[in-house]
């Protein structure tokens, strides 16, 4: 196995202001970073916020969740590898009970089967990197 690493970046504005890459493969695995939803330039489906940054409508958390499946597939796809490769993911939601809802659905679409074969973790967390975001989603894969 070898040790060299190749990294992938979506090209973010936060990628360079925090300090990271998207995506590290070592050997045959590849660890992505959190991925949040956005198009590359702007958030896609920004929860509605009050005037203090708390989140006042958890519904479009489905969408946001398919954002992220989708970003993760590009990252893979720039180590040859696709959905398929993943092992292993850990859903961070806003709302637990919304996520829940969302990622049946979701995740049995972006991994194209109705029991997707990847260990998956949901955890609640009182705020992620923006105050819009209602989940972030980190992946590995093997390939």
């Not at 992938?8 to 070592?26: D, I, L, N, S, T």
């Not at 590849?30 to 958030?43: F, I, M, R």
């Not at 997707?116 to 590995?140: D, I, N």
């Amino acid at each position: 196995m070898s040790n060299a690493i190749q990294v992938a970046r979506h090209g973010v504005p936060w990628e360079e202001k925090y300090g990271y890459v998207q995506a590290v493969r070592r050997g045959d695995t590849v660890y992505l970073s959190g991925q949040v939803a956005h198009d590359g330039t702007e958030l896609v489906a920004p929860a509605p916020v009050d005037d203090d940054g708390r989140v006042t409508d958890f519904t479009r958390t489905a969408e946001q969740l398919r954002q992220c499946y989708a970003n993760a597939a590009e990252l893979l796809r720039s180590f040859g590898a696709s959905l398929d490769d993943v092992v292993e993911e850990v859903i961070y939601a806003r709302d637990v009970d919304a996520a829940d809802a969302a990622a049946g659905p979701v995740r049995k679409e972006a991994y194209g089967r109705p029991d997707p074969q990847v260990a998956s973790t949901m955890v609640g967390t009182p705020r992620l990197a923006f105050p819009q975001l209602l989940v972030e989603v980190r992946f590995t894969a093997r390939v």
